[in-house]
């Protein structure tokens, strides 16, 4: 069974338990981060130590850690992958870079003081390892009243709640909301951002906003679990729950950080559904990201990607999924603002 609800960023740091969703949700949300801090252990036994000074704290998983330490991968572990070694005779494609025209028309949607970062554990197309709806937006885990910005100059096309007028899959979705249609277009077409759940709303149809003027505070108004927001990019009709697009490649990279396309197929070039893909980069921290799980979540009209993460930071990545029972790598050098294209595909 799915929740329908749109969560709020599980703690990305220990932190006194939020608003206390049932102990249904709570539980398998832990089974799900059980599960990728695992995966997160058994990382950090495969990579060198040397080269992953981080690795032993992975930041989005802190209320799982004490499970998953108890399992810890067996020391014994194949000889460890060399890394950043590239293995080019290996893998003599080099990455494809989309330095041309990359969309980047979003600025941050959090104002000073708050957390102006993507929360990991629920992406775009995400269900949360199948414990919620698919996902259409990406959250900003934020406390209640924090300030909510334009991420571009535009005009307010909506601004109320959802219970007489409907923008997701039901009425009394995201709450109180706002939706700011950008001053420029894409290709001619009208670009979008969706703000949900908000507390308060500062701003009434129809009025101009310049980048990072106030429209609200962070709530957990409609189907939210706790206070976030949930941020969309809705490209040609706003009022479409169907228009989305991952806003992770709209928001321009933050400073010495770039974005990554994914796209992760089969040998027919057919999308594969729900599969992780683990990043290892130069930071030494382990990343994680999920293939879309619903074919109703649109990809990017330039990368066609089923994948996508932004601020990932400038220098070497190892990106690997397992399909069948192999492993399938993919090295490159992630390029600051840029978007990155990473193809995980057998035969490729
Ligand atoms: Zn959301």
């Known amino acids: ?90 893998f003599p494609r080099p990455p494809e870079v989309f330095a041309g025209e990359p969309h980047f028309f979003f600025g941050r949607p959090i104002g000073a003081g708050g957390n102006v970062f993507v929360a990991s554990s629920y ?78 709303v500062a701003v009434v149809p129809g009025q101009a906003v310049a980048a990072g003027e106030l429209l609200g505070t962070v709530g957990a108004t409609g189907v939210a679990l706790g206070a976030h927001l949930h941020l969309e990019t809705r490209l040609d009709n706003a009022d479409s729950y169907w228009a989305t697009r991952n806003p992770e490649l709209w928001l321009a990279p933050a400073a010495g950080r770039g974005a990554v396309a994914v796209r992760v197929t089969n040998e027919q070039g057919q999308y594969l559904p729900g599969r992780r893909v683990t990043f290892l980069c130069s930071d030494g921290a382990p990343r994680f990201l999920d293939t879309y799980w619903d074919p109703g979540v649109t990809p990017d009209d330039v990368y066609g990607e ?25 090295e490159a050098t992630i390029q600051a603002g840029t978007v990155n294209f990473v193809w995980l595909s057998p035969g490729r």
Do not use: K
């Open 1 to 90: 069974m799915l929740l329908s609800a749109c969560a709020s960023a599980p703690p990305q740091a220990p932190s006194p338990p939020g608003p206390d969703p049932t102990e249904f949700i709570a539980t398998r949300v832990a089974i799900a981060l059980t599960e990728s801090a695992a995966a997160e252990a058994e990382l950090t036994a495969r990579a060198p130590t040397a080269a992953a000074p981080a690795s032993a704290t992975p930041a989005p998983t802190a209320t799982a850690a004490p499970t998953a330490t108890e399992t810890p991968a067996p020391t014994a572990s194949p000889s460890p992958t060399p890394f950043p070694t590239l293995d080019l005779a290996r």
């Open 123 to 200: 992406r775009y197309g995400s269900t949360l390892q199948n414990v919620l709806e698919t996902h259409h937006g990406v959250e900003f885990a934020n406390a209640l009243g924090v300030p909510v910005v334009a991420v571009a100059p535009g005009v307010v096309y909506y601004a109320g709640d959802d219970a007489g007028r409907q923008f997701g899959p039901q009425l009394n979705y995201y709450g109180n909301l706002v939706v700011l249609q950008l001053a420029q277009t894409w290709n001619g077409r009208p670009v979008f951002a969706l703000y949900g759940h908000l507390d308060a």
């Open 306 to 330: 089923n994948a996508a993460m932004t601020d990932v930071p400038a220098g070497y990545c190892r990106f690997e999924t397992i399909l069948a029972g192999e492993t399938l790598v993919h």
